[in-house]
């Protein structure tokens, strides 16, 4: 099993600043690899595949970067809608497993 | 647009078999391409997949879970459905059902559904 450590779990972060997220893979994920936005009482929404895409009408703010086994989230000049908790997922080989998500709040 | 809706007890009692069901509505549950699957994230805690599943029927389980899972699909109603046998009050979580087209990540989700194991 592909273990994905994201770090830090914390992140204090002003608005208008920028957020930078790590995920780590224990093995070579190649770019499969996700990232996820989740606010509370919401399901999960997609922001990230393939390392560095952003789904459909995820905003330019949120870039993502990486491959093989580092990875990172940067989202550029944060919006109060932006305070959330994020998640990697690999996909490169079963189970798919997720990290232990990082919370940016304010 | 595809919508997922998860269905299902909201409490379980303990030994017993959690059923779940998510219908499919927007577009085709039997295209090539993509897996259906189930997730779950207990109380305060991150996300876990549980379950996948092609239209074909090829199933994809996780270890930790497989000796007590099982996913289907039933393509004439446009629906996927779990059994999770022997539930602890670890199995307590928000169930959800999603969509994950090949060499992507969940991209439709359903809104999540609140199962509770206790007598």
């Known amino acids: 099993e592909i273990v994905l450590t994201q770090s830090p779990v914390t992140l204090s972060v002003s608005p208008g600043e920028r957020a930078t997220l790590s995920c780590r893979a224990s093995?070579?994920?190649?770019?499969?690899l996700a990232w996820y936005q989740q606010k509370p009482g919401q399901a999960p929404r997609l922001l990230i595949s393939?390392?560095?895409s952003r789904a459909t009408g995820v905003p330019g703010s949120f870039s993502g970067s990486g491959s093989g086994t580092e990875f990172t989230l940067t989202i550029n000049s944060l919006q109060s809608e932006d305070f959330a908790v994020y998640y990697c997922q690999q996909y490169h080989s079963w189970p798919l497993t997720f990290g232990g998500g990082t919370k940016v709040d304010i | 647009q595809l919508q997922l809706q998860e269905s299902g007890p909201g409490l379980v009692k303990p030994s017993d078999t959690l059923a779940l069901t998510c219908t499919v509505s927007g577009d085709s549950i039997d295209s090539d391409g993509q897996y259906w699957g189930w997730l779950r994230q207990p109380p305060g805690e991150g996300l876990e997949w549980i379950a996948s599943?092609?239209?074909?029927?090829?199933?994809y389980y996780n270890p930790t879970l497989q000796s007590r899972v099982t996913i289907s699909i039933d393509t004439s109603k446009s629906q996927f459905s779990l059994f999770l046998r022997s539930v602890t009050a670890a199995d307590t979580a928000i169930y959800y059902c999603?969509?994950?087209?090949?060499?992507?990540?969940?991209?439709?989700w359903g809104p999540g559904t609140t199962v509770t194991v206790s007598s």
């Open positions: 999603g969509r994950r087209p090949y060499y992507n990540g969940w991209d439709v």
């Open positions: 093995q070579n994920v190649n770019r499969y």
């Open positions: 393939g390392a560095s």
């Open positions: 599943i092609k239209y074909s029927g090829n199933t």
